[in-house]
C-alpha cells in the first residue's frame, strides 16, 4: 500500500500545501508559511510502517515471492515551513499587486546592519501570521525600479500591501523589535482599511 503525497503552491511563494491520502481518510491541507516537520507524533507513524512492512512481507511470501524484500514507502503529513521569500521586480506584479492577501513587503540588503538585525523578527511574523499575510523581502540594490517607484530612503523599510496597493500609514523604516513588530502587523490586519 501506497500513500502518494501532493505539493501545490497557492498564490504567495511562501505557502505551500502538503496532503497525503491514504485509504481510510481523505487528504488533509496544511497551511503554514522551509523545515519539514511531521504534523503528527512519529510513533504512530513507526506502528503504521511496521504493520504495513509485515503485511507486505506476508502478502509476498503467500504468493511465492522470495529474496529480497520490496520496502513499503508511508507518506505521512508534513508542514512545510518557508519563511520569508525574496522577489525581484519581475515577479513583484504577480506576487505583491495580484495577492488576494495582504502582502509584507521588506525593503533589505546584503550591507544593512540593522535588516540582519530584523530578519529573525520578520522570519516568525511570516510563520505566526502564514494564513493570514505573505512576507516577503526585495534587494534593494538590485531592484533600483522599485526603489525609486516606491521612494525607500532608508532600510529596512516595510509596507504593507492590500488589493494591489500600498496601505496607507502602514511604511516603516528602520529597525524593530519582534513585540512591535508583532503590534504594528496586528494593528495593520485589524485596520478597516485592510479588513
Known amino acids: 500500500m501506497e500513500a502518494a503525497a501532493t505539493l501545490l ?3 504567495s511563494p511562501a505557502t505551500a500545501l502538503l496532503s497525503a491520502p ?3 481518510r481523505k487528504p488533509q491541507l ?3 508559511t522551509c523545515n519539514l516537520r511531521p504534523v503528527s507524533s512519529p510513533t504512530p507513524l513507526r506502528k503504521r510502517l511496521s504493520s504495513l512492512k509485515s503485511r507486505h512481507t ?3 511470501r503467500s504468493l511465492g515471492f522470495t529474496g529480497a524484500s520490496v520496502s513499503s514507502s508511508v507518506v505521512t503529513r508534513f508542514r512545510i515551513t518557508c519563511g520569508v521569500s525574496e522577489i ?3 515577479q513583484f506584479p504577480e506576487v505583491v499587486l495580484g ?3 495582504p502582502v509584507l513587503v521588506e525593503f533589505v540588503a546584503n ?3 540593522p535588516c540582519r538585525l530584523v530578519a529573525p523578527a520578520i522570519d516568525a511574523i511570516a510563520q505566526e501570521y502564514g494564513e493570514r499575510l505573505t512576507v516577503v523581502k526585495i534587494d534593494h540594490d538590485a531592484n533600483p525600479k522599485l526603489i525609486e517607484e516606491y521612494k525607500v530612503y532608508g532600510l529596512p523599510t516595510l509596507i504593507l500591501f492590500k488589493d494591489g496597493k500600498e496601505v496607507q500609514e502602514s511604511r516603516r523604516e528602520g529597525a524593530i523589535t519582534k513585540a512591535k513588530l508583532k503590534e504594528y502587523v496586528d494593528s495593520l490586519l485589524n ?3 485592510v479588513v
Open 99 to 101: 495577492s488576494d492577501r
Open 22 to 24: 491514504s485509504a481510510s
Open 9 to 11: 503552491l497557492r498564490n
Open 30 to 32: 496544511i497551511f503554514s
Open 111 to 113: 550591507w544593512c546592519g
Open 88 to 90: 525581484s521586480e519581475s
Open 191 to 193: 485596520s478597516p482599511s
Open 58 to 60: 506476508h502478502r509476498r
